[in-house]
């Protein structure tokens, strides 16, 4: 049976329970039993939602998707090394943020709810809009003032009631809280059904090498909702026995907001607060992650690593990466940075997501 149970004082709410956080304040997680039944999800329809038995939704009737999910994984030499690029810029909205989105909203709709709140430095709140505008829920996005200007218009686009607040995404993220008091939160790193959806990010590359896992995964890094889900996910998978090994997850940060890699290095001992300078790679520009116990703990399980990259080598992996005809963001390009600088062995099976496509961002390169 499914339930959500505290991490704080493990209070435990069913699941047909509108709830986001405890009463006590402490995050939940999503207590789930994930099946693959795979000769029926080979004969299913190229969906992230082939994987039906291993989403949390009760009722099919209150599946809310655009046919979104199974992106390419294309096989590439990047300065002179094999990597394994998995598409999730070709989302419906743009990123794969989607993911989340489709099984969060799809939770909502099950759960009666009409209107719902959330915030995003940008593909989150995109990608929340637009499942939003499908299931005919009211959905009010707050995002930091100095979103780019695309994305902020696509959020406007998809009927969304949009709030640009002045200060960091810190700022933003407290408003929004604040909202959540009366209005169901839909955050992509609060709300556990968000990393439900996340999680197929990895049960797609695993289907797509064969039931096979890769050795590394580079994943960008902010609120953790990519590389979280992924974990979640490969644990799944192991407990079904599809899976025997974890591989390793490299968690790449901005040199210029990179908590976790801070974290990381002073033997996972959380900082309250850490200092930030802008950086190009919005998406993963997160001063104080929510759910970085988590994100530590993962990267651990799996002998992974949290690195940084500068804004320079975010900046050249990105015109190098376009220059090779992936249109993508600064923050897929901050993955790419991190597999350049990173010592890989030549037969290592190695997958890098594009996150967002770069269409979201403003002109950069003249």
């Known amino acids: 049976m499914m339930k959500l149970i505290c991490q704080s004082c493990g209070e435990e709410y069913k699941s047909s329970e509108p709830v986001w956080r405890c009463i006590c304040g402490g995050l939940l997680t999503l207590d789930f039993q994930a099946r693959f039944p795979l000769d029926k999800i080979k004969k299913r329809k190229p969906t992230l939602w082939r994987y039906r038995e291993a989403l949390p939704i009760t009722h099919d009737q209150h599946i809310i998707s655009f046919d979104e999910g199974f992106t390419p994984l294309v096989e590439d030499i990047f300065w002179g090394k094999k990597v394994l690029l998995k598409q999730d810029h070709l989302f419906p909205s743009g990123s794969y943020k989607d993911r989340g989105a489709s099984v969060l909203v799809s939770k909502i709709h099950e759960l009666g709810i009409k209107k719902v709140v959330e915030d995003s430095s940008g593909n989150a709140g995109a990608a929340i809009a637009a499942y939003c505008a499908k299931a005919n829920i009211h959905c009010h996005i707050y995002v930091p003032e100095k979103t780019t200007p695309e994305k902020l218009m696509q959020i406007k686009q998809y009927g969304a009631h949009l709030y640009k607040i002045p200060g960091s995404r810190e700022e933003t993220a407290n408003i929004a809280l604040q909202e959540a008091q009366t209005t169901y939160y839909a955050s992509h790193y609060w709300n556990p059904y968000f990393f439900h959806g996340t999680k197929t990010y990895i049960f797609e590359v695993v289907e797509q090498l064969g039931w096979n896992i890769p050795d590394i995964l580079f994943i960008p890094v902010g609120n953790g909702t990519l590389l979280i889900g ?94 090779k005809g992936f249109y993508v963001e600064p923050t897929s390009a901050a993955a790419i940075a991190g597999f350049k600088k990173s010592f890989t062995r030549k037969n290592d099976l190695v997958v890098v997501p594009l996150t967002g496509h770069g269409l979201k961002t403003k002109k950069i390169f003249g």
Request: overall charge neutral; charged content about 30%.
């Open 230 to 323: 992924s974990y979640i996910g490969l644990k799944e998978l192991q407990q079904e026995n599809i899976i025997d090994r974890l591989p390793r997850i490299i968690g790449v940060q901005a040199e210029n907001c990179a908590p976790l890699e801070n974290a990381w290095k002073k033997q996972r001992k959380i900082p309250l607060f850490q200092a930030m300078k802008e950086t190009i790679a919005e998406g993963i520009a997160i001063a104080n992650p929510t759910r970085a116990k988590e994100i530590l703990h993962a990267v651990k399980e799996t002998n992974g690593d949290i690195i940084s990259v500068t804004e320079k080598e975010i900046l050249d992996a990105l015109d190098y990466t376009r220059r």
